[in-house]
């Protein structure tokens, strides 16, 4: 017989899978605009983004909710606590990833040089699709207790962070081919926010892992350098 206390965990499980399925069809939506090239955000999608944030926003307040009640309520035994915790912390940084979409996508729509943005769009999608890799898999780690999954995000954090300096660098090279153009400057500073918030969509993806890792073994290995 199935207690109350299953099904409530069980059913935040289904809510966190709809929730997590969500953020990623962003980040496949944000995918699509990036690997363009171009800075001009179709009008449907910009829509369909900023429609499905407020869904997100919505869903993370009752979820984190319901995982507060349940434990509350049924006071669950140590593995399904550890999940549960496990799931808010993910939940919470699932959530701040959709944020950081939103954020490109404005960031990207105000960048007024397209030569500009065409001409580092390469780092851009490379870096954009390393991170979007971290989030799958770190979350494919929570779902199925693959801690492996979990330790190849964790250390892939750092590649995330060498692509940002590197388009920095390109960046900075670029701009002394006119200093004095604030189109030009104002179009970096995009660039800059754009680059920054795809690599805290890696750190927010490393926080996921991390959180799947405490889930499976009960061991927190946040602020760790070796991890195996």
Not at 181 to 201: D, H, P, Y
Request: charged share 25%; hydrophobic share 40%.
């Amino acid at each position: 017989m199935t207690s109350k206390k299953d099904v409530a965990i069980n059913n935040i499980l289904t809510d966190f899978e709809e929730f997590a399925n969500l953020v990623l069809h962003q980040l496949d939506l944000l995918e699509r605009i990036v690997a363009s090239g171009e800075n001009i955000v179709p009008e449907e999608v910009y829509n369909e983004i900023f429609d499905n944030e407020a869904k997100i926003d919505k869903s993370e307040v009752k979820l984190s909710d319901k995982i507060v009640n349940t434990i509350v309520l049924y006071q669950p035994v140590a593995s399904d606590i550890r999940k549960l915790i496990s799931c808010y912390r993910i939940i919470i940084n699932l959530e701040r990833i959709g944020d950081r979409v939103t954020n490109i996508v404005r960031l990207i729509h105000n960048i007024k040089i397209p030569e500009i943005y065409s001409g580092m769009a390469d780092v851009v999608s490379n870096m954009y699709i390393q991170s979007s890799n971290m989030v799958n898999k770190a979350l494919v780690s929570f779902t199925t207790d693959d801690k492996e999954f979990a330790i190849w995000t964790i250390k892939n954090d750092a590649v995330i962070d060498e692509l940002n300096h590197k388009m920095m660098k390109k960046a900075i090279k670029k701009s002394k081919l006119s200093d004095e153009n604030k189109q030009l400057l104002n179009s970096f500073i995009s660039m800059n926010g754009v680059v920054a918030n795809i690599e805290r969509i890696g750190d927010h993806a490393t926080n996921i892992a991390e959180a799947a890792v405490y889930s499976i073994e009960g061991r927190d290995i946040r602020h760790t350098k070796n991890i195996e």
